[in-house]
Each structure stands twice: as C-alpha cells, then as structure tokens.
C-alpha cells in the first residue's frame, strides 16, 4: 500500500527517452562490472518485437523486464516470448514492482498471441518461488547456457 509520502506509479513500455534511466538501474543491479551504456539500451529499445516494461516513481525507472516477441514455425506458426532481465532498484523492493511489471510483460505477450514465455532465473539470486507465484514452472523445461567472456 501507498504512503501518503511516497510518489505514484506507474507501469509502461518504455520508450528511449527513458534509455538514461534503464542504463542507471542496469549498472546498479548487475553483479558483474558496470557496463550498461545508454547506446547498447537505445538498441534493445529499437529491436524489432522487443518491449521493455517499466515502473516508474517520479520519473524514476525503479522496475524493469524485457520482453522478446519472437517469430516461429512450430505451433501453427504462433510466436514464443522471452523474458529478460527482470529487475527491481534495491530501495523498492517487496513492493510488488517485479510482480507489476512482470504482469505487464505477460499480458503484453498474450496481446501477440505466443504460445509459451521462457524465462532464465539464476540459481543464486531465488527467484524461482516469485516466477513459480506467476504460473512459469521448471517441470517442462531445462534452461541451459553457453557463454563466451
């Protein structure tokens, strides 16, 4: 619930106007070097079929998810989504930010019709239960990756 103190939200697709503010709460939510620039966020906000949804507090980008809508041949050639880098600024967490914006990224994801929404959780940051609250499971699927430094 909202303080009397405490600004109002709002939760909308982001736009590159806002690439300053998404680059600010990357680099404060990454564990490895901070690296995010506003170049790279302007590109992700270009791509085609990319959407990232955000919550904002007095024109603060305090919440984050990137949602890919992506094309494919398999399930009468209905597209699939994926989920990246969702993220809450530490001062708001357990405020249901991450459960609003991550909202947002699904409904917006049920507007283009996709079949399923994959989603990466790393093991150390305990997310899942949040995800598991959401509907997504790890029953179905196994999430592997490859990296390159």
């Known amino acids: 619930m909202k303080s009397p103190s405490e600004p109002s939200l709002t939760v909308r697709l982001l736009t590159q106007q806002d690439a300053d503010a998404l680059t600010a709460l990357y680099n404060e939510l990454t564990f490895g070097p901070k690296t995010a620039c506003t170049h790279d966020v ?6 085609p079929g990319t959407t990232i949804h955000g919550a904002l507090a007095a024109d603060r980008v305090i919440g984050m998810v990137t949602l890919h809508i992506l094309p494919n041949v398999t399930w009468d050639g209905r597209p699939y989504a994926l989920i990246e ?7 708001w967490r357990w405020r249901g930010i991450g459960r609003r914006v991550m909202q947002s990224a699904i409904d917006h994801a049920r507007t283009q019709k996709v079949y399923k929404i994959m989603l990466l959780t790393g093991q150390k ?3 899942r239960g949040f995800y598991e609250a959401l509907g997504f499971d790890c029953e179905d699927k196994h999430g592997m990756v490859m990296r390159w430094d």
């Open 85 to 91: 880098n969702v993220a809450t600024a530490g001062d």
């Open 125 to 127: 940051r305990g997310a």
């Open 42 to 47: 302007l590109a992700v906000l270009a791509h």
